[in-house]
């Protein structure tokens, strides 16, 4: 890296967007106080803590690829939290699952989680000045072998997995408090169908019933935050799933609680971006995840593409910045799983910086005045503004990686660390 050559870039590309009325130092401001939640089964496969050697099974969701140095336990998976943070710049967030606690090598069940099984994380979290948001873990257990959970129509089955929310719950609020940050508690559940149904409302009925029962226990908005991620489909619930994005945009908005919303979770020719617009004006506050799905929902690795960069302009042109919370989730064990995790942080914060640069309050002019031609002119010529200087700054003025001296340093530790774990 050149010191002086990203300097002197930045400081053209400086001139360049002031002369359409851009402060690059105030967007850059602003970008740095952006959280992003980092996203735990990166790290390891999606096989948690519970028993040694796990690995994921079943529930809906499969990672594929088996490249070396995947994190076995929970030292090194926070040691792999620290490297991938150390490449990205700002302060961020790690986002947990249940199945990730510190069990000390007991066999817990779901149903009996505690929060002193997640200390060691807020104790971690504290330490490196993190914040920490949570999910409920309905899949890779026996309990969820049938393919249904919190809407199977056997109440045992409803009962233990309702606990496991509860439990789920509680732990997030006791996050909040004592790092005095909200933690964000996502429910997902890979209920459905492979097959075609006869009876989709008894399972959607059960749905509603059983999260209506887990949300009787009112606790802190301040401390935590329930939210709701529906899908299309997924593998073993190609032709129903109960929690549709539609079920959770009612309930959602009925219940006052988050709705999640998936960029991979919806069909390839619908817009995530288009869709904030139309879903805050009711619920005042989303949270997105962000993938990326190829042909169908695959959780590849989140990249610089067209749908990341649209969803970023819709929340910087609606100004919802401060209301929309948005996490990583994907899982791809065919690459160097810190690198994977490296490349979709820094893309969605290119993403947001890039469009960030662009003079909102100029293009809201033209449209507002009828002056399409000229709106449209602006969009293209904003395409080719050296944003990627400013970016190379801001990871400079950081003190993380440039360019692609982030290569080197994940292939550095890939040699130092990752290579050295056993399978």
């Not at 899982?331 to 995790?341: K, L, M």
């Not at 005045?369 to 602006?378: H, M, V």
Request: aromatic residues 8%.
């Amino acid at each position: 890296m050149d010191r002086d050559r990203v300097e002197a870039a930045f400081e053209m590309a400086s001139n360049a967007y002031l002369e359409i009325g851009v402060d690059v130092n105030e967007v850059l401001d602003r970008l740095g106080n952006i959280e992003i939640s980092l996203h735990c089964w990166q790290a390891d496969d999606v096989g948690g803590f519970e028993h040694p050697g796990a690995s994921l099974s079943g529930g809906g969701i499969q990672a594929t690829g088996n490249y070396p140095g995947k994190a076995r336990n929970l030292v090194e998976m926070q040691r792999d939290y620290l490297e991938a943070f150390s490449m990205v710049p700002g302060k961020h967030r790690a986002n947990i699952h249940a199945m990730y606690g510190d069990f000390g090598g007991n066999e817990i069940d779901r149903d009996a989680i505690e929060p002193g099984h997640f200390t060691t994380w807020i104790s971690w979290a504290r330490e490196h000045d993190l914040k920490l948001d949570f999910n409920a873990t309905l899949f890779s257990h026996p309990k969820a072998s049938s393919g249904f959970t919190l809407s199977s129509r056997d109440r045992n089955i409803r009962e233990f997995w309702m606990e496991h929310v509860k439990r789920c719950r509680i732990i997030a609020d006791d996050i909040g408090k004592r790092l005095g940050s909200t933690c964000f508690h996502n429910i997902w559940i890979p209920d459905g169908y492979k097959d075609i149904p006869v009876n989709r409302m008894v399972h959607r009925e059960l749905l509603a019933s059983s999260l209506d029962e887990i949300l009787e226990c009112n606790l802190s908005k301040q401390h935590m935050r329930d939210s709701v991620e529906g899908k299309l489909f997924g593998i073993g619930s190609e032709a129903y799933v109960v929690g549709s994005h539609d079920f959770y945009l009612s309930y959602a908005i009925s219940r006052g609680i988050l709705l999640t919303m998936d960029m991979g979770h919806y069909h390839p020719t619908e817009s995530v971006a288009d869709k904030i617009s139309a879903i805050l004006p009711f619920t005042g506050e989303l949270l997105i995840h962000v993938s990326r799905g190829v042909r169908w929902d695959s959780d590849h690795v989140a990249i610089l593409n067209d749908e990341l960069v649209s969803l970023a302009e819709e929340i910087t042109r609606a100004g919802q910045l401060e209301n929309i919370h948005l996490a990583l989730d994907y899982f791809d064990a065919s690459i160097n799983r810190v690198g994977a995790w490296v490349i979709g942080m820094r893309s969605t914060l290119q993403a947001l910086l890039y469009s960030l640069l662009q003079p909102r309050e100029t293009l809201d002019d033209l449209e507002a005045r009828g002056k399409y031609f000229q709106r449209l002119a602006l969009l293209e010529e904003l395409k080719k503004m050296p944003f990627g200087a400013v970016w190379d700054y801001h990871c400079l003025a950081s003190g993380v990686p440039v360019g692609m001296d982030c290569i080197t340093q994940v292939k550095n530790y890939e040699r130092d660390v990752l290579m050295k774990r056993g399978s």
